[in-house]
């Protein structure tokens, strides 16, 4: 089983998929996995610009 993962920004680059959506998506993806499941003890939002790690900081906040 794993116990870490980690999660980029999928398709925000080349493919330009909005990345306020992705944010939303990644983050909210996994915590409904995490309620769901108790094998990651560790998760790692990849983010490749400060605009993704402001958007996945901001998504976490929230919930």
């Known amino acids: ?8 920004n999928i398709s925000t680059g080349v493919y330009h998929f909005p990345k306020d ?6 983050v909210h993806t996994v915590a ?11 998760v ?3 983010c ?3 605009e993704s790690y402001e958007l996945t900081s901001k998504e976490m906040m929230l919930l």
């Open 44 to 46: 790692i939002f990849v």
């Open 21 to 26: 959506a992705a944010a939303q998506i990644a």
């Open 48 to 50: 490749f610009d400060e």
């Open 1 to 8: 089983k794993c116990s870490t993962i980690a999660f980029p």
């Open 32 to 42: 409904d996995f995490l309620d769901a499941n108790e094998t990651l003890g560790k």
